[in-house]
C-alpha cells in the first residue's frame, strides 16, 4: 500500500503541473491575496470603551500592540479544491444517481460558485452573506477563510486535469462505486500530490499582496479586479474558450506521466482494476513499432448513444469485417484527446474510402462528460464526422483493459487487435501501421501519401522493446532454432548480431514468459537507443559489456525489476553483451 501511495503522490505533483490545470491558477494566485479590502495593521488593543489602565496593563504604558491575523486564505482555497474534487471523483456519481439529478449539475454549481465568490469580491454585502455559515466559528478571521475554503470547493468541481492511469483508476472506480481501501488510499496520495504545487501557487500570491505596495495601497481595485476575473473565467469555463489555449500548450509532463504511471510497478499496482477477461491483449505493449497478434478484438458493449450513425444505430464491429478499425478511446474534456483529434480526422478523411474505420469510443472521466447533449455538442465542435460510442458504463473500456485518455486500438480485416498506443504521439508510427493493414487487406489499394511524416526524434530509429518470449520475441537469430520450456546450448551467429537482432550462447531456458539462463548463459544485441534496460528476477549477478568492453555487473535480487544496463550521453548503435548467472530469468528489453 505504501507504494501505491508514492505512485499517487508522484502522478498527483505532475498533473498538478499539466497544462490541464492552467485555467484554475490565476484563481488560486488571487484567492491567497489580502483577505480584506484595507492592510492589516499594528492598532492598539483596546480593552472596553476607556483607556484607563487595568491589571493587565501597568500604569503609564501604552497598550500593547495587537498581531495582526494571519491570512489564511491559500490553505483554506486549496484545502477546499482537493477536497471537493477527491469526494466527488470517488463519490459524485454514485450521489447525482440516488438523487436523480443531470449529470453536469456539479459543473453547474462549480460555475455558480464561482460567479458568486466574485460577485463577493466586487460587492462585499454578497461576501458577507457568504461568509455567513462561517460566522459561528470562534476564530479570528475565520469568516474570510471561510469563503476562500468555499472558493476552493467551487474551484474543485471544475477542476480537470489531464487523466493517466492513476485519475483512470480513481475514475473508474468512482463510477463503479468500487471504493477499496486502496482505491481512498491511492486518491488521498493523488489528492495531495496535487494539492502541494497549487499551495506554493497560493502562497506565491499572499506573499506577492504582502509585499507589493500596490497590492497594500490599492486592496479595494485589486479585489475588484480579481473579482471581475472570476466572473470572466467562469463563464470562458462555460464556454469553453480555455480549452484553446490548453490545446494550444505543449504536453511538457507526457514523459513524465508515463515514467510514473505506467512503469511496470505502476501497472502492477493499477491492475487490480481488470480481471482475466481479454487478458490476451496484455501480451501486447503500448506503442510498440510493429503489428503483432493481441487477440480477437472485444465487442463494444454498454453503449448507451451512437452519435453520427445514421438514425442513431449502433454500429457492430462483426459488420466491419474486411476493413480495417481503428477504435480511439476519449473523453471531451481530455485536453490531450483534443489534441490528438485532428490526426484521427487525418486519417479518417484520407482512408475512410480506402477500408479504414474509425470509431470514437467516449469514456467519460466526470459524471457531466455522461451527457448526451454535452458529448453531441462537443463531437460538432470539434468537426468529429465519424461514429461516436457514448460509453457512460465504461464497459468498452473494461473489455479492452484500458486505462489511458486517449488510447488507440489497431484492429486488423479479421477481427484481431494488431497495435495499441496510449497518450499523445506517436502518429507518424501509427498512421503507418493502419497503412500496413489496410495493404494487407487490399494488396491492390491505392494509398495517399501519409498527412502525418514527422516522426519523434526522441524515437526515430530507436530499437523497439525486445520481448525474451517464445511467443513474443522477435529478430531471434542464431543456432540452433529456439526450443520451448527445455535446456538447450546455444550459439551466436558466425556473421554477429545485426542491428535490433538478438542472440543467445550457453544454455537457455526459453519459456513463454521469460527466458531462465543456465550454463555459461550469454545473451548478444545490437540495439539503438540512449539507454538499455532489461526485466530480471532470482538471484546472481549479470555482467554488462558494451561494444566489448565489461562496464559493471549488476546484482540481481527477488522479483522482476527493471534494472539499467547501459545509459549513454546520446543515441548512438552499440553491440550489448549479458553474461548471466544461472538460474537468472530474462524478461523483456525496454529503450529509452
Same mark, same amino acid.
Given at each position: 500500500? #505504501? ?6 503522490? $508522484? ?52 497598550? *500593547? ?55 463577493? !469580491? ?63 488510499? !491511492? ?11 497549487? !499551495? ?16 497594500? *495601497? ?10 471581475? %476575473? ?6 470562458? $469555463? ?6 484553446? %489555449? ?51 478484438? =472485444? ?35 481530455? #485536453? ?69 485518455? =486517449? ?22 508510427? *501509427? ?26 526524434? !526522441? &524515437? ?90 565489461? &562496464?559493471? &555487473? ?16 546520446? =543515441? ?17 528489453? *525496454?529503450?529509452?
Amino acid at each position: 500500500m #505504501i507504494t501505491l501511495a508514492l505512485i499517487g503522490l $508522484l502522478g498527483g505533483l505532475i498533473t498538478a503541473v499539466s497544462p490541464c490545470i492552467l485555467p484554475v491558477l490565476p484563481v488560486v494566485f488571487l484567492a491567497g491575496g489580502p483577505g480584506t479590502d484595507t492592510p492589516a495593521t499594528r492598532r492598539p488593543a483596546l480593552v472596553g470603551t476607556s483607556s484607563t489602565p487595568t491589571d493587565d496593563t501597568p500604569t503609564g504604558e501604552p497598550p *500593547t500592540a495587537a498581531r495582526p491575523a494571519r491570512n489564511l486564505r491559500p490553505y483554506a482555497v486549496v484545502a477546499g479544491l482537493v477536497l471537493s474534487f477527491a469526494f466527488f471523483t470517488l463519490l459524485g456519481v454514485t450521489i447525482i444517481s440516488a438523487l436523480g439529478l443531470p449529470q453536469d449539475i456539479l459543473r453547474y454549481v462549480g460555475l455558480a460558485l464561482l460567479v458568486l465568490i466574485g460577485l463577493g !469580491l466586487i460587492f462585499p454585502p454578497v461576501e458577507r452573506i457568504l461568509e455567513k455559515p462561517f460566522a459561528r466559528i470562534p476564530q479570528r478571521q475565520v469568516n474570510k477563510e471561510g469563503s476562500a475554503f468555499v472558493l476552493g470547493l467551487g474551484l474543485g468541481l471544475l477542476y480537470v486535469p489531464c487523466a493517466g492511469p492513476v485519475l483512470a483508476a480513481i475514475t473508474v472506480a468512482g463510477a463503479r462505486g468500487e471504493i477499496s481501501a486502496d482505491i481512498v488510499v !491511492l486518491t488521498v496520495a493523488f489528492a495531495i500530490g496535487t494539492a502541494i504545487p497549487l !499551495l506554493v501557487f497560493a502562497l506565491a500570491g499572499r506573499r506577492v499582496a504582502e509585499r507589493v505596495a500596490a497590492f497594500r *495601497t490599492r486592496a479595494r481595485k485589486l479585489r475588484v479586479i480579481s473579482g471581475i %476575473l472570476m466572473i470572466a473565467l467562469a463563464f470562458a $469555463l462555460a464556454l469553453d474558450v480555455t480549452a484553446a %489555449l490548453q490545446r494550444a500548450l505543449p504536453d511538457y509532463t507526457r514523459a513524465a506521466q508515463r515514467t510514473v504511471e505506467d512503469s511496470d510497478t505502476a501497472r502492477q499496482k493499477l491492475s487490480g482494476l481488470y480481471d482475466d477477461s481479454n487478458k490476451e491483449l496484455s501480451r501486447c505493449e503500448d506503442g510498440v513499432d510493429e503489428l503483432r497478434s493481441c487477440g480477437q478484438a =472485444p465487442p463494444l458493449d454498454g453503449i448507451s448513444t451512437w452519435i453520427n450513425t445514421p438514425g442513431g444505430n449502433p454500429v457492430d464491429l462483426t459488420s466491419l469485417r474486411g476493413r480495417v478499425v481503428l477504435i480511439d478511446f476519449w473523453t471531451y474534456s481530455c #485536453i490531450n484527446c483534443q489534441r490528438s483529434i485532428p490526426h484521427i480526422k487525418d486519417w479518417d478523411r484520407a482512408y475512410r474510402d480506402k477500408g479504414l474505420s474509425v470509431i470514437g469510443v467516449h469514456s467519460p472521466e466526470f459524471a457531466f462528460e455522461k451527457s448526451a447533449k454535452n458529448v453531441a455538442d462537443q463531437t460538432r465542435k470539434l468537426g468529429i464526422t465519424y461514429p461516436v460510442a457514448l460509453d457512460n458504463k465504461l464497459d468498452t473500456w473494461d473489455n479492452y483493459r484500458n486505462r489511458f485518455w =486517449p488510447a488507440k486500438y489497431l484492429i486488423d480485416a479479421n477481427g484481431t487487435v494488431r497495435y495499441f498506443t496510449f497518450g499523445e504521439g506517436r502518429y507518424a508510427q *501509427t498512421e503507418n501501421l493502419i497503412r500496413d493493414l489496410l495493404r494487407q487487406a487490399d494488396p491492390t489499394v491505392v494509398l495517399p501519401p501519409p498527412t502525418d511524416q514527422a516522426e519523434d526524434q !526522441l &524515437t526515430a530509429g530507436r530499437t523497439p522493446e525486445t520481448y525474451l518470449s517464445t511467443h513474443r520475441i522477435r529478430g531471434y537469430t542464431g543456432t540452433p532454432e529456439l526450443t520451448e520450456d527445455k535446456p538447450v546450448t546455444y550459439s551466436y551467429p558466425s556473421d554477429g548480431t545485426p542491428l535490433n537482432k538478438i542472440s543467445l550462447a550457453g544454455t537457455w531456458t526459453a519459456g513463454y514468459e521469460h527466458f531462465t539462463a543456465g550454463k555459461d548463459a550469454r545473451l548478444a544485441l545490437t540495439y539503438r537507443a540512449q539507454n538499455a534496460n532489461l526485466v530480471l528476477a532470482g538471484e546472481g549477478t549479470v555482467t554488462v559489456l558494451v561494444d566489448g568492453e565489461p &562496464t559493471r &555487473t549488476i546484482e540481481v535480487h527477488g522479483t522482476p525489476t527493471l534494472y539499467r544496463l547501459t545509459d549513454h550521453d546520446n =543515441p548512438r548503435e552499440a553491440r550489448l553483451e549479458l553474461r548471466l548467472t544461472p538460474g537468472l530469468q530474462a524478461f523483456a528489453f *525496454t529503450y529509452g
